[in-house]
């Protein structure tokens, strides 16, 4: 997978995971609990539930992410190969096994002498950002032009990232091509893989690349100084210098060729990314959102995949391949960041020794305004059928694109907060009245989505019937009506308030460095030639914000109408089934490769045949040694002697439950894992956990309705959520353990308010409520039967796991393809049978309801640890002694 470049988010969470396990200062999350506690090998579990959206988005750099709310994704998505979507504010909806903690940040003496000007580089603004408790240098190559941003904070975790404006005029996949391709060797380390070589010594905390419809970003991160700067080193040499450019056989490779082993077989296309780019457009989702990204932006680079159609990337050719690098990979159309606790000047030298060797060059590739359209348009386009349940359904939203000019940091968070507010949870009203409208399976469209040039607003529904696709675009402009006219409840605000500044005061990144993070925010404003730092600056516009909302002013109402109901430039898209799709586009492709084997000669056909033996034999010739030598390792003296330890207080508290305790600074905030112990549950209950945990924060309870609960919960804590964890025991591996796990995060002065929660979650839930059941039901079954075709290896790959262990069998059964074939069997149970649902439910219930096994892990400073033990001790005396 590493040496094709596709790395999907499994890989990716892989590392990232290994990385904290091995390299984080601070582990105390729900994994590193178990570990400790009952001696398991750590194996991130699948969170469920639901918690907030993020606001001020960074880039969202892979295809076909999981967007902040559970059930949609974005429009604008950037062309593969991240692993995770970036966040400018990560919430608890980010869907990660491990989260890091918030962690003191260093206090940063002001750079009083901070260097004006030194290798090659002027300093042209400097400014604290107060947020972030960042110095910010603001640096331009004087020989080039490159534009620089250099920032000094106490983060060990030192992030480099350059990134190329890269727009495209056709749907080659060009940037996408190219992205992999730089990265298989350079002139300086001329071996095949030199990230795999990396890998192999590597302490990086991030290593990637990701292409976007516009631009393309290279960042890595790490927390050994030394590996930082052979990452820079090596990234630096393939941007610049990679081998693609003169050597054919890498852009055979990683874009396509034509393949033949002998005369008798049929010649086919071949390629790491035409294979990857057949599979993304073979995904309705993924052809959905292609579609409303070129609708909405029917006039400028937009309106192309840079990421590839495999209709035409055949159509591409070497010579264009080399003249895209040659135009857009230079230093006047770069911009470098840097971020951390690293010497900013050593950084200046390392990138001046490879500017230096060019000249300034007026480079064209800015991205075009999208004229706003006078009138609504409807857009019918098709996707291949299947024969699966539900292939006979249609994809349906409706898309604006708000604005021709930049929003302003204030009208930016409103529109966040609107955002949040309408589709943020599950009770949010517009994301309700689509759930219950009964129009479709699962909401589609990842709301507001600011991540490129034009901001836009997406919202839809998968699995409609096609007869229904005015009723929904009706549905949603009526909705959007009455929420102009009647505006939010104040409960419903307050929790708006409360979950998003909680949000962005923490600035919980999880695995995800934070400078990358912070980068990819002002990226999102850099590239456009607007004010880097103003995405990072958000603390005034909050306050005036808060302000007008305490001074009653109508804030969301004007937003709905202007961006919204009064903007004419809305798109409604209906994607429909076509079951003969498949079939034509594969007799395409063939007629095609049938007419180039009847163009060619004898000669021709035996080029194409050694074309084919000379690729596969260097892809099966490993590096001469004396290569490999090139590539930059790490010293014994380079690497800490000494790990640093997570303070953990292990407490047996009565009734056989278990408290462990980290004290580490959080800046007041609690964090909080209840685990339930799993043995108890029958078998053939397992797959039906995870909705369970689900229904737990989208039900009701006995004193609230669901509406209640999921505003008290955006009001009193930092996100709530609950989910399924299993691992094989450390040194046990015949041995499971499986948890649900209900997480939790909230201020010192609510750790009360966070216990009552998760008290009432666990006791009091009526469990009940058929409709909304059936809804997280066949939400569930879109979503996996949508992600088999894109991670079909990660289902092929549990599925194995389940013949080796116990726990990969309780893995399988809450998440592979038992999983989906249980949730369709339940989708007509919810129907038939709900009484016997119900009462399913109630024993997984009363079957996880025990004092004894219970473990209560928290992450806090030893005042608010002191703050919460009476709630924790309150908690654990409600669940049943036995």
Not at 161 to 169: I, L, Q, S, Y
Not at 332 to 337: C, L, P, T
Not at 636 to 651: C, M
């Amino acid at each position: 997978l590493v040496r094709s470049r596709q790395r999907p988010k499994e890989v990716l969470s892989i590392l990232a995971l290994r990385a904290l396990v091995f390299r984080s200062p601070l582990l105390g999350s729900a994994m590193t609990v178990l570990r400790a506690a009952t001696g398991t090998n750590v194996r991130a579990g699948v969170q469920q539930g639901a918690t907030p959206a993020s606001l001020l988005r960074a880039g969202a750099p892979q295809r076909g992410f999981t967007s902040m709310r559970s059930t949609a994704a974005s429009v604008m998505r950037p062309t593969l190969t991240a692993g995770m979507r970036m966040l400018g504010a990560v919430s608890a909806r980010s869907r990660m096994g491990l989260r890091c903690f918030a962690v003191a940040a260093t206090q940063v003496a002001p750079p009083a002498g901070a260097v004006k000007e030194a290798h090659g580089f002027v300093l042209d603004r400097q400014q604290y950002v107060k947020e972030y408790d960042s110095h910010v240098l603001l640096y331009k190559h004087k020989k080039t032009g490159a534009e620089l941003i250099s920032v000094l904070n106490g983060d060990e975790n030192k992030t480099f990232g350059v990134v190329f404006r890269t727009p495209v005029d056709n749907s080659y996949g060009i940037p996408h091509i190219l992205e992999h391709s730089v990265l298989c060797g350079s002139r300086k380390y001329p071996i095949k893989e030199p990230f795999v070589e990396l890998m192999k010594g590597s302490l990086n905390t991030f290593l990637n690349a990701f292409t976007y419809p516009d631009r393309t970003c290279y960042p890595v991160a790490s927390t050994n100084k030394q590996d930082f700067y052979n990452l820079v080193d090596v990234y630096l040499d393939a941007v610049f210098h990679p081998r693609c450019v003169s050597d054919p056989k890498v852009f055979e490779q990683e874009g396509w060729h034509y393949e033949m082993d002998t005369p008798e077989e049929p010649i086919s296309f071949k390629g790491v990314v035409f294979n990857e780019m057949k599979g993304v457009y073979s995904s309705p989702d993924s052809v959905y959102y292609r579609e409303v990204q070129r609708a909405l932006f029917p006039d400028n680079t937009y309106r192309h995949d840079s990421g590839g159609d495999p209709k035409v990337i055949p159509h591409l050719t070497f010579e264009q391949f080399q003249d895209f690098h040659a135009r857009y990979y230079h230093p006047s159309n770069a911009r470098f960041w840097f971020h951390g606790d690293d010497d900013p000047v050593e950084r200046l030298r390392l990138l001046d020794a490879y500017l230096s060797e060019f000249e300034a060059r007026k480079v064209d590739s800015a991205v075009a305004t999208q004229a706003l359209k006078p009138e609504p348009r409807k857009v019918v386009a098709h996707y291949a059928a299947g024969d699966e349940e539900g292939d006979s359904k249609a994809y349906v939203g409706v898309n604006w694109v708000l604005t021709e000019e930049a929003l302003s940091v204030e009208t930016e968070l409103a529109l966040s907060f609107l955002d949040y507010l309408m589709l943020g949870t599950n009770a949010s009203p517009l994301r309700k009245a689509l759930n219950d409208s009964g129009l479709g399976a699962a909401v589609l469209g990842g709301g507001m989505d600011d991540e490129l040039k034009q901001p836009i607003f997406s919202v839809g529904l998968k699995g409609v019937d096609p007869a229904n696709v005015d009723k929904l675009e009706a549905l949603v402009l009526a909705k959007l009506g009455e929420l102009a006219k009647t505006g939010f409840s104040a409960t419903a605000v307050e929790a708006a308030i409360n979950t998003i500044e909680f949000s962005l005061r923490e600035n919980n990144t999880g695995s995800f460095p934070r400078g990358l993070s912070l980068m990819l925010r002002a990226v999102g404003a850099w590239i456009y030639d607007r004010d880097p730092l103003t995405p990072l600056q958000w603390e005034d516009a909050l306050t005036s914000f808060k302000a007008k909302l305490a001074s009653g002013q109508d804030v969301f109402g004007p937003l709905i109408h202007k961006y919204l109901l009064d903007n004419k430039h809305r798109v409604t898209v209906a994607l429909l089934p076509d079951s003969e799709l498949g079939a034509r586009t594969e007799a395409e492709e063939r007629a095609a490769l049938d007419a180039k084997m009847a163009a060619m000669g004898p000669s021709d056909v035996q080029a194409v045949i050694a074309s084919t033996h000379e690729l596969k034999e260097r892809q099966e010739t490993p590096d001469a040694p004396e290569a490999l030598a090139c590539v930059p390792t790490l010293r014994l003296a380079d690497i800490p002697r000494t790990i640093t330890k997570v303070p953990t207080d292990v407490t047996s508290l009565s009734g056989g439950a278990k408290l462990l305790s980290h004290d580490l600074f959080t800046n007041n905030v609690l964090y909080a894992e209840v685990a339930l112990d799993m043995r108890g549950v029958p078998a053939h209950l397992l797959p039906l956990v995870p909705l369970f945990c689900r229904s737990l924060t989208n039900m009701a309870t006995e004193t609230e309705s669901f509406v209640e609960l999921t505003e008290r919960i955006g009001r009193k804590t930092g996100g709530l959520s609950v989910y399924t964890f299993t691992s094989p025991l450390r040194g046990k591996p015949e041995e499971p353990v499986a948890y649900v796990m209900v997480r939790g995060k909230a201020m010192r002065d609510k750790a009360g308010d966070l216990m009552a929660l998760v008290r009432d979650l666990l006791l009091t839930s009526k469990l009940d409520d058929r409709a909304r059941f059936k809804q997280m039901v066949d939400e569930t079954k879109a979503g996996l039967e949508a992600s088999i075709v894109s991670r079909g290896h990660s289902f092929a790959a549990t599925r194995l796991a389940a013949q080796r262990g116990r726990a990969g069998w309780i893995s399988e059964q809450m998440g592979g393809l038992s999983y989906l074939e249980y949730i369709r069997g339940l989708a007509k149970r919810v129907e038939g049978e709900w009484d016997a649902v119900r009462a399913d439910l109630l024993a997984i219930r009363a079957a996880l309801l025990s004092r004894p096994g219970a473990l209560v892990n928290l992450t806090a400073d030893g005042a608010t640890l002191s703050a919460a033990r009476a709630p924790v001790d309150e908690l654990l005396a409600a669940l049943p002694a036995a």
